[in-house]
């Protein structure tokens, strides 16, 4: 019996793919089809795949041509299983011509001519393209928009900036203005990367007219606001998501999970650091920078692994800053200690001082550790008080998991929720902390 074996996505299965499988199954007499469980396709860079795993393994066996369909699960599997399944023959689209060469060592390579004028892709394309406009200064525009061009079907259709002069001349997109309005004209989604004292009255105005929005957290300085704008955004069937990239970040995501495990026990303390001297926009001197002080800029992503892992019902918190002279409202530095019932919480953020940039869970059994800059990191450990009990955490992080944000916000518009993997709480928790700082509530001042 001669066995052939294929390997694809098949997201939105369509008539390519079918043409393909039936010619891969004329190649011998069992047919064993592979289905991708990865998001990502890395070789073509493109992320946004629309269906599930199990949808897309449902829809190639509904084909009826696939003797057997397995799930490909890591890089290096087609050896393991052309060895595993004795493969004669191993096929794939002519878009792959000379990429699986390699496998020609276990068995015979067959490239079929691909079918012409189709593709997932394409389809994803037509069907799902989210116009995207972006507001921010022009450091910020092109790293996000970088990032945007990995996530299928989410198009960039229009950028608003007040520096104009530094516009990155690379970065191509129909429109480019200083004009909020006429930007939003333009597109059915924005990311708000401006200064935070303006988040509120632009999430507002997006929303009035019927945008979705994705918005550079804190979506707005008081805890009323952030209530009012998700309330607003509910009553027009819109999309809010408030962007922290740490909570799309699959370590980050994975290390949560395993703290809720009771892994390393009841959960004592976290303690999160997250420092810079720069920051994105540049050096905060320029005329159009924003005023993104220390607790703007990270405390919303130091306060995330505090609120999901012990909840956003502290019992007391005491907030200390240190300013700066010149600069009204411009923390070089805070510490905030939040105290639960039988727990305790801390988060240092700084951009006039320099810490490891760290985290640390401490639990009754043991304690897990995220080395700098955990914010974007790959790797975590638990520890405990036998280190040959310890264990490491490694995953793939790709783009600081922007792109994934990304994701989850084009799937949050198509799907017509507003699932998020933060939830309104601990947004409207963030929001009330900032609040209290520009109060000067449950505060010192360190001079
Ligand atoms: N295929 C084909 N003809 C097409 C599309 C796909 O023969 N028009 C083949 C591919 O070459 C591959 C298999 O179908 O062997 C599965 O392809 P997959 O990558 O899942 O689908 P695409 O439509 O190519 O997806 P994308 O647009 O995301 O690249």
Redesign the pocket.
């Given at each position: 019996m001669k066995k052939v074996i294929?390997y694809?996505?098949?997201?939105l299965l369509?008539f390519?793919?079918i043409?393909?499988l039936e010619r891969a199954k004329e190649l011998g007499d069992y047919l064993i089809v592979g289905v991708t469980s990865d998001d990502f396709?890395k070789v073509?860079g493109?992320i946004n795949v629309q269906q599930p795993l199990n949808e897309r393994v449902q829809a190639v066996q509904n084909t009826g041509i696939a003797d057997e369909v397995i799930i490909e699960e890591y890089e290096g599997q087609k050896i393991d299983d052309i060895i595993k399944y004795g493969i004669d023959i191993f096929t794939?689209?002519s878009?792959?011509v000379g990429y699986f060469d390699y496998l020609k060592e276990y068995c015979e390579v067959v490239y079929?001519d691909?079918?012409q004028g189709?593709?997932?892709?394409?389809i994803r394309d037509e069907k799902r393209a989210i116009n995207l406009g972006m507001v921010g200064v022009p450091p910020v525009l092109l790293k996000y928009s970088r990032e945007c061009s990995y996530v299928n079907g989410v198009n960039i259709k229009a950028m608003c900036t007040d520096d104009q002069e530094n516009y990155p001349k690379n970065l191509k997109c129909d429109l480019v203005t200083s004009d909020y309005e006429v930007m939003l004209a333009h597109v059915d989604a924005v990311y708000i990367h401006s200064d935070p004292v303006s988040h509120y009255e632009q999430v507002k105005y997006a929303l009035e007219q019927g945008k979705h929005v994705l918005c550079e957290s804190p979506i707005a300085l008081t805890k009323d606001q952030t209530k009012e704008l998700f309330e607003l955004a509910e009553k027009k069937q819109v999309v809010l998501m408030e962007a922290l990239k740490t909570a799309h970040s699959l370590a980050y995501q994975r290390m949560v999970v395993l703290i809720k495990s009771g892994r390393i026990g009841r959960i004592v303390s976290v303690d999160a650091t997250c420092t810079s001297l720069r920051d994105i926009a540049g050096d905060d001197t320029t005329r159009f920078a924003p005023k993104w002080n220390s607790l703007c800029s990270w405390g919303p992503t130091a306060m995330l692994p505090v609120f999901q892992i012990l909840g956003t019902k502290y019992k007391e918190k005491s907030i200390i800053s240190q300013f700066a002279k010149e600069r009204e409202n411009y923390d070089l530095f805070t510490k905030i200690d939040f105290i639960y019932d039988s727990a305790v919480a801390s988060i240092k953020v700084g951009k006039g001082v320099k810490s490891e940039g760290e985290l640390v869970i401490s639990g009754t059994k043991g304690y897990l550790y995220v080395p700098a800059p955990w914010w974007k990191t790959d790797y975590y450990e638990i520890r405990f008080e036998n280190p040959a009990n310890n264990k490491r955490y490694f995953y793939q992080l790709d783009g600081e998991g922007i792109r994934y944000e990304f994701v989850a916000f084009a799937r949050a518009i198509h799907k017509g929720n507003t699932i998020n993997r933060i939830s309104r709480e601990t947004s409207e928790t963030i929001s009330s902390v900032i609040e209290d700082f520009y109060c000067h509530k449950d505060m010192k001042i360190i001079i």
């Amino acid at each position: 019996m001669k066995k052939v074996i294929t390997y694809g996505t098949y997201d939105l299965l369509h008539f390519g793919h079918i043409r393909l499988l039936e010619r891969a199954k004329e190649l011998g007499d069992y047919l064993i089809v592979g289905v991708t469980s990865d998001d990502f396709d890395k070789v073509r860079g493109k992320i946004n795949v629309q269906q599930p795993l199990n949808e897309r393994v449902q829809a190639v066996q509904n084909t009826g041509i696939a003797d057997e369909v397995i799930i490909e699960e890591y890089e290096g599997q087609k050896i393991d299983d052309i060895i595993k399944y004795g493969i004669d023959i191993f096929t794939v689209g002519s878009d792959w011509v000379g990429y699986f060469d390699y496998l020609k060592e276990y068995c015979e390579v067959v490239y079929l001519d691909r079918t012409q004028g189709i593709s997932s892709s394409q389809i994803r394309d037509e069907k799902r393209a989210i116009n995207l406009g972006m507001v921010g200064v022009p450091p910020v525009l092109l790293k996000y928009s970088r990032e945007c061009s990995y996530v299928n079907g989410v198009n960039i259709k229009a950028m608003c900036t007040d520096d104009q002069e530094n516009y990155p001349k690379n970065l191509k997109c129909d429109l480019v203005t200083s004009d909020y309005e006429v930007m939003l004209a333009h597109v059915d989604a924005v990311y708000i990367h401006s200064d935070p004292v303006s988040h509120y009255e632009q999430v507002k105005y997006a929303l009035e007219q019927g945008k979705h929005v994705l918005c550079e957290s804190p979506i707005a300085l008081t805890k009323d606001q952030t209530k009012e704008l998700f309330e607003l955004a509910e009553k027009k069937q819109v999309v809010l998501m408030e962007a922290l990239k740490t909570a799309h970040s699959l370590a980050y995501q994975r290390m949560v999970v395993l703290i809720k495990s009771g892994r390393i026990g009841r959960i004592v303390s976290v303690d999160a650091t997250c420092t810079s001297l720069r920051d994105i926009a540049g050096d905060d001197t320029t005329r159009f920078a924003p005023k993104w002080n220390s607790l703007c800029s990270w405390g919303p992503t130091a306060m995330l692994p505090v609120f999901q892992i012990l909840g956003t019902k502290y019992k007391e918190k005491s907030i200390i800053s240190q300013f700066a002279k010149e600069r009204e409202n411009y923390d070089l530095f805070t510490k905030i200690d939040f105290i639960y019932d039988s727990a305790v919480a801390s988060i240092k953020v700084g951009k006039g001082v320099k810490s490891e940039g760290e985290l640390v869970i401490s639990g009754t059994k043991g304690y897990l550790y995220v080395p700098a800059p955990w914010w974007k990191t790959d790797y975590y450990e638990i520890r405990f008080e036998n280190p040959a009990n310890n264990k490491r955490y490694f995953y793939q992080l790709d783009g600081e998991g922007i792109r994934y944000e990304f994701v989850a916000f084009a799937r949050a518009i198509h799907k017509g929720n507003t699932i998020n993997r933060i939830s309104r709480e601990t947004s409207e928790t963030i929001s009330s902390v900032i609040e209290d700082f520009y109060c000067h509530k449950d505060m010192k001042i360190i001079i």
